[in-house]
Structures are given as structure tokens and as C-alpha cells.
């Protein structure tokens, strides 16, 4: 009797148990009177979200850049090396492929580990992978319970379970390893699989080995207590633990583990990714711009959604270009620097240094700012504390200078800096190529191709004289250089524009030679006869957007444009009269890779055909005709040998912008170098003008561009018009095309000294 009695009641224990589980794991999946909180639903289980990080690609297909709150790009299963789910299965869930989300033996044998102290986690990797995808211990699913000791982790646990057989349902094993592995976080600012293989190794997960692959597992348990950047000695221990795991469950064999767990963690390729490094960086801070803008229209996050974005920019190209720009301005600072040394570049028109130059930049600091209201707007309390010295990190061009200075003497320091900015593109397509915007975008954020805008000195002049050939004249019209006056009603002044060397040859001269040569005089003429709103007009129509001040000074660049803008126009005369918008992005897709988006250039007819080549004609006279000034280019490099090639400098007035706008068959590339302040520059034309400034940025590049026969950049004569009538030969006056006579041609163009003075 007393035995059935047991017997029942051990009976009506075991019902009782497995009743109260099936009770409480309904109560938890229906949220009972909203005590336990929500659980993700079944589209939430059909579409699972995690951060992605948003993709910018090359027109050749190279990843540019991401842009993300958590570096996140997702691989496919077949990315996925055998190593690594061995390494994975071996250390977190041995039985992976055998429970449907829930190891019941594990979960049996966390007593056991309870028991013995041992917090060892029995989570099956489909429950980690619901609480890693869904943040099921998060606060969107908390009931009135959820804050109750116990009781809460029994809550996140069941939902856990529950979460995890749906998933099981729902996706295949292969489905869930892979999603897994792209949702966990490695550390490093590396979240998911493929990004942690490319931060440590500098590789795809496909290609990972046995070792990194142990080692990346390994860093799941604590990515950082076990990264092998920061604790190297239990990254390796750790490494090892998960070796031995492998071996335990035959994925290894003994020797290959021994073998394995001599070697050292290699993390020699080892870099975190940031919107500071790789390259492009200026070009993707502006095209961060417009895809804000994209997203908030279309109802994206450019930062978590996953965005592909395939621009036009040439990854090779964009690499020549920075690499050029790189060279030359480090030849160029190193020239600054001497020329400098021991004195300070902040100078007035008398040459004089500025007064309190360094004082008016630090007061438009944020710093500044902070001490000046931690003082109660005392200024020279907070002029003290701007002296005092801290820690910082200053651009040096043998890499980041680690040193103890004052916010102030950083300031002095970074204005000795010279800058510049570089723009390429497809005069045809509006393709941009290359876009660098300055010299290092991690320690100088501002742009010099499209946020910057100064004077372009002559490198205007070509828009000036468009205007002209659109109005009668013609490269063989002729005209005296002589000083030429502009007389001011309104304020009763005359202005009589020098050459810049002060002096008028008295010369005929046709306007090709006179833009060759940049001779101010005959530009001035040229814009008395078409009046400063006619330029303005077609400025405008050539794709300045800058406010430009229609008065005769214009025709010497005296309001401020952009690199973008100039380049705009200038693509006009190789395209035939067409302007073509310059842009940048062709496509974007979403994660899964549908199109959102297609952006084709906008174009205008806006100068004739004929107008536009007379244009390229004027241009070729700076590498061709006697004292042009771009003859230099013979010197730089190979880029003139066999081929068409037009161009033109520009420098102001006190050297403080030195321009270099080139011209090929194919391609039209801007150049503008300066310093950050326009008071910050050469005081000798002979270092200060655009030829030696800016103009061997451009020969270096486009020799890299043409020695790469991958990109199909061919040089030849630039295509003329068939309908074109006019003779350019200017009846012999202008010196043989060396190009179509023998090849010492080139070596017979005489430079004398003073060949660059009128730029």
C-alpha cells in the first residue's frame, strides 16, 4: 500500500514537474498578463536584422569604404572555411548538428557544473544566436517580472529556448552556423565574420587555416580578456584551449595539434577599420553627403541598413592619383619648410607677419570655447589654459607625431602645412575617376575639390576666352600686348592690369599665344570687348556655380571656384560643347542586392562643337608655343611623348594658390595647391606659381594612368569636329607641332628662364 502510495507520488511528481515547464513555457510565450515580456515574432523570425555596415564600391568592383555604426558586412556559408565551424562546433556546441535548438543532455549537465563551481554555459549556438539577433534579454521584451532576481533569468532562458526551436524550424543548419558567425562580435570594432577575418589577417573567412581559426573562435568568449592585440598571452591560451578541443572531437589529429599550438598568434596584418584610413577618404566624406540625403528621402539608415553603393571612381586610378599627390607634396613641404624656417608663413601684402593670426584661430576653436565658458568668458584665463600643454597626436609626413604640446603651438605648427586637391574625370560620361581632397583626411577633415573655393587665377582665363570664340574671335585673332584701362563710374577709379612682370612686350600676338603665355593685357582686352556679364553668362553655362563678380577683374580669376567646377568646364571643351555634370554615384542596391536607385549625369549642349574644339586648340598652346606655360611638362615626365595634350596654370597674385587644369583625350583632371589660409604661402613666383606647385602633380599621375594598360586610357590627338572651318594654323605663326615632325622636336622648344612669369 504504501509502496503504490510512493510510487504515485513519485508519479504525480514527474507530471507535476513536466506540467509546470509546459505551463510556464506557455505562460512565457503568450506574455500571461504581460509578466514575462514579448517574444520576437514570426516576421522577426523571417527577417532577422543586424547592423550592416553600409558598402562603397569602385566602378571595378574594390570595396572603398563602409560606412557603419558596427562594421558588419554578412558572408554566405559557402565563405566559410571547414576550419572554422570544426573550430566552432568543436568549442561552443559539439552536437550542433543533432538537437533542433536545444542540447537537452547539455542542459542536464549544467547541474553537474553547478554543482562543481564551474560556470561552463550550456547555450546551444542557435540559443546564442537568438539572444545575439533578437537582444531577447533586452528591454523590448521585459515584463513585470523580467526585474525580479531568478526569476529573470529563468524568463530570458525560456524565451531563449523557445526563440531557438523556431529558428530551427525556420532555417536549415547551415543557415543558422552562418548567421551566427555574422552577428558576433570579435572585437576590434570587427563584428561579424568577414570583417574579423580581414581586421586580424587581412583575408576572406574562406581562406582562413586551422590556427586563425582557432583563434577567432577562441575571442568569442571575451573579445577583449582574450584579444590578441591586447592580451597576446591568453589570445594564445585561449587558442589553444579551442585546438585541443578540435582534437578532442577528431577534427585534428594529435601531431597536427602539437604542431598547431607551437606556433605563435600572427596578427602581423592586424587593422581595425575607420573612416580615417584606407583610400578615398575625402571622396567618401562627400559622398557621405548625398547618401544621408538618399537615405532620409527614402526611409534608410546608411549606417545599419546594408547599403551597396557602386560609384564611378577607378580604384586604380584613385590609388595613382593619391599616390602622385603624395609624392610631389612632400617634395613641395620639404621646399615650404626651408623656405620658411625660422620665421612664420602667416605674412600680410607687405610681408609682414600677421598679428595675432595664431590668437584668431585658436578663438574659433571648440576648445577654445569650452575654456573660455569653464572661465566665465574670462579670455585670458582661457588663453592660459589654450598654452598648456596635453597629449596629443600632430600630421607629420613620416607618420602621426606622438608628443606633449599646447593646443596653441599645435596650431602654429599644422598652418606651416601646404594643401591641395585633385579631381579626375570622364570629359564624356561626367565619370568622376580620382578624387583626393587633401593631404591626410585623419588629421585635415576639409576638402579641397568641392568644399574649397579660391581664386583661380588664370586658370580662369580659358572661360574667358571661350566666351570669345563663341562671339567671332579665333585662336589667330590677333591683339597688341599693351596695357588696356577699365574705368569705375560708380567710384570715380581706373584699373590697369599688369602682366606679372610688370611689363607690355608691345607684340602682336594671336589669343592662342597669349593664353599659352598667360599675358594678362590681352586678356584684360578680350573681356573690355565682351563685357564681365557676358563671361559671367557663360561661366555659368560651363558649370560654375560659385557667385562670380561680374567686373573686369574677373578675367584674371578673381572670384572663388572649386576644383569640381573647373574641372566641370573644362570637360566641356573635350566633350565637344556638351556639359556634362560631374558625378559620382551609378548605383544603390539594398543588402540583399535589388537596385534602389540609378543615377544617370545631366547634360547640356551649351557651346557648338567648333567652339569647343577651338577651345582644346587654345589649350595645347601651353605645352606648345614659345614661352608656354606648361612647357615644363616635357621635363616632368612622358605623358606629352606621342600624344595631344592641352592645359593651364594659374597662380594669384600674392602666390597664395598655385592651379594646374589638364586636358587628354580622355580625361580632365584639376589641381589646386595652397595653404590652409591664403595668407599662408610662397612670396617668390619662382616657388609660388602653378606650374611648380600643381602642374607635376598632374604629369606624375597621368604617367601612372597611361603606363596601366588595364584601364584603357589611350594617349592620341583629341577628336575635331568635321564641320570645323576654321584655319588654325594662323598662317605659320605658331611654332610646328613637334609631335608631327621627328621626335627631337620636343628637345628644340626653347624655355628661357622667365618662361613660367605670366601664368
Given at each position: ?561 572649386s576644383v569640381f567646377e573647373l574641372v566641370s568646364a573644362y570637360s566641356t571643351f573635350v566633350s565637344g560643347g556638351t556639359w556634362t555634370k560631374p558625378y559620382y554615384i551609378a548605383r544603390i542596391a539594398d543588402k540583399n542586392g535589388n537596385t534602389l536607385a540609378t543615377f544617370n549625369p545631366e547634360k547640356k549642349e551649351v557651346i557648338s562643337a567648333e ?149
Amino acid at each position: 500500500m504504501n509502496r503504490n502510495r510512493t510510487i504515485r507520488s513519485i508519479w504525480f511528481g514527474i507530471f507535476l514537474f513536466f506540467g509546470s515547464i509546459i505551463l510556464w513555457t506557455y505562460a512565457v510565450a503568450l506574455d500571461v498578463f504581460g509578466l514575462f515580456g514579448g517574444m520576437p515574432g514570426t516576421e522577426n523570425l523571417a527577417n532577422p536584422k543586424s547592423e550592416l555596415a553600409s558598402e562603397v564600391y569602385t566602378s571595378d568592383n574594390v570595396l572603398l569604404g563602409k560606412y557603419f555604426k558596427e562594421n558588419r558586412s554578412p558572408a554566405r556559408f559557402t565563405d566559410l572555411s571547414p576550419h572554422l565551424l570544426r573550430a566552432l562546433m568543436a568549442t561552443e556546441d559539439v552536437r550542433f548538428e543533432k538537437h533542433s535548438g536545444i542540447d537537452l543532455k547539455g542542459t542536464l549537465a549544467i547541474l553537474w557544473y553547478v554543482i562543481r563551481f564551474d560556470k561552463r554555459g550550456s547555450s546551444t549556438l542557435t540559443q546564442q544566436l537568438a539572444k545575439n539577433l533578437f537582444a531577447t534579454r533586452g528591454e523590448l521584451y521585459e515584463g513585470s517580472l523580467s526585474h525580479v532576481p531568478g526569476i529573470r533569468t529563468a524568463i530570458f532562458k525560456t524565451k531563449e529556448w523557445i526563440t531557438a526551436v523556431k529558428l530551427e524550424k525556420t532555417y536549415t543548419k547551415q543557415e543558422i552556423l552562418t548567421m551566427y558567425l555574422n552577428t558576433v562580435h570579435f572585437g576590434s570594432n570587427a563584428f561579424g565574420i568577414k570583417t574579423a577575418a580581414r581586421t586580424f589577417f587581412n583575408t576572406s573567412p574562406d581562406k582562413l587555416n586551422a590556427e586563425q581559426s582557432a583563434m577567432l573562435v577562441g575571442v568569442l568568449k571575451a573579445p577583449t580578456l582574450y584579444s590578441p592585440v591586447y592580451n597576446p598571452a591568453r589570445a594564445l591560451n585561449r587558442r589553444n584551449t579551442v585546438i585541443e578541443q578540435m582534437e578532442k572531437y577528431g577534427y585534428l589529429t594529435e601531431a597536427e595539434a602539437e604542431s598547431l599550438k607551437m606556433r605563435p598568434v600572427d596578427i602581423g596584418q592586424y587593422r581595425v577599420e575607420n573612416h580615417n584610413e584606407g583610400f578615398g577618404t575625402y571622396f567618401r566624406a562627400e559622398l557621405k553627403k548625398d547618401l544621408l540625403r538618399f537615405c532620409r528621402e527614402k526611409g534608410y539608415d546608411l549606417y545599419s541598413d546594408g547599403l551597396k553603393i557602386y560609384t564611378t571612381i577607378d580604384s586604380r586610378m584613385q590609388r595613382y592619383a593619391e599616390q602622385s599627390l603624395d609624392s610631389h607634396m612632400r617634395y613641395q613641404q620639404a621646399i615650404f619648410f626651408r623656405y620658411w624656417k625660422g620665421k612664420n608663413p602667416w605674412v600680410d601684402e607687405e610681408g609682414k607677419e600677421i598679428k595675432d593670426f595664431i590668437l584668431n584661430a585658436a578663438r574659433r576653436t571648440s576648445l577654445f570655447q569650452a575654456y573660455k565658458e569653464q572661465y566665465n568668458g574670462n579670455e585670458d584665463s582661457a588663453i592660459a589654459a589654450f598654452r598648456r600643454p596635453l597629449r596629443t597626436t600632430l600630421f607629420s609626413w613620416k607618420g602621426g607625431l606622438d608628443t606633449i604640446v599646447s593646443p596653441w603651438d599645435s596650431i602654429a605648427y599644422t598652418k606651416h602645412f601646404l594643401h591641395s586637391g585633385l579631381m579626375s574625370m570622364d570629359p564624356y560620361t561626367g565619370h568622376i575617376k580620382a578624387w583626393v581632397g587633401g593631404i591626410n583626411y585623419k588629421f585635415f577633415k576639409y576638402d579641397h575639390v568641392r568644399q574649397g573655393r579660391r581664386q583661380p587665377g588664370s586658370a580662369f582665363k580659358p572661360i574667358v576666352y571661350a566666351t570669345a570664340m563663341d562671339n567671332g574671335f579665333t585662336p589667330c585673332t590677333e591683339m597688341v600686348d599693351a596695357p588696356t584701362t577699365f574705368y569705375n563710374e560708380e567710384t570715380n577709379t581706373y584699373w590697369t592690369p599688369k602682366n606679372s612682370d610688370g611689363k607690355y612686350s608691345g607684340e602682336k600676338m594671336t589669343l592662342r599665344k597669349a593664353m599659352a603665355q598667360s599675358i594678362n593685357s590681352i586678356a584684360a582686352q578680350v573681356m573690355k570687348k565682351l563685357g564681365p556679364a557676358r563671361v559671367v553668362e557663360y561661366a555659368k553655362k560651363l558649370g560654375i556655380e560659385s557667385p562670380l563678380d561680374s567686373v573686369p577683374a574677373l578675367c584674371l580669376g578673381a572670384s572663388d571656384v572649386s576644383v569640381f567646377e573647373l574641372v566641370s568646364a573644362y570637360s566641356t571643351f573635350v566633350s565637344g560643347g556638351t556639359w556634362t555634370k560631374p558625378y559620382y554615384i551609378a548605383r544603390i542596391a539594398d543588402k540583399n542586392g535589388n537596385t534602389l536607385a540609378t543615377f544617370n549625369p545631366e547634360k547640356k549642349e551649351v557651346i557648338s562643337a567648333e567652339t569647343a574644339y577651338m577651345m582644346v586648340h587654345m589649350l595645347m598652346g601651353s605645352t606648345k608655343e614659345r614661352n608656354g606655360t606648361a612647357l615644363g611638362l616635357h621635363r616632368l615626365g612622358s605623358t606629352l611623348a606621342g600624344n595631344e595634350v592641352g592645359g593651364k596654370t594659374g597662380t594669384t597674385s600674392n602666390y597664395s594658390d598655385g592651379w594646374f587644369l589638364g586636358i587628354t583625350k580622355q580625361l580632365v583632371t584639376g589641381i589646386w595647391v595652397g595653404g590652409e589660409d591664403r595668407c599662408i604661402h610662397f612670396r617668390s613666383f619662382n616657388y609660388g606659381q602653378g606650374s611648380k606647385m600643381a602642374m607635376p602633380i598632374w604629369s606624375y599621375y597621368m604617367d601612372k594612368v597611361y603606363a596601366d594598360r588595364s584601364l584603357g586610357i589611350t594617349k592620341g590627338p583629341f577628336k575635331r569636329p568635321v564641320s570645323l572651318s576654321v584655319d588654325l594654323t594662323c598662317s605659320g605663326k605658331v611654332m610646328p607641332d613637334p609631335l608631327l615632325g621627328d621626335s627631337s622636336g620636343i628637345q628644340k622648344v626653347q624655355e628661357p628662364a622667365n618662361q613660367d612669369l605670366n601664368d
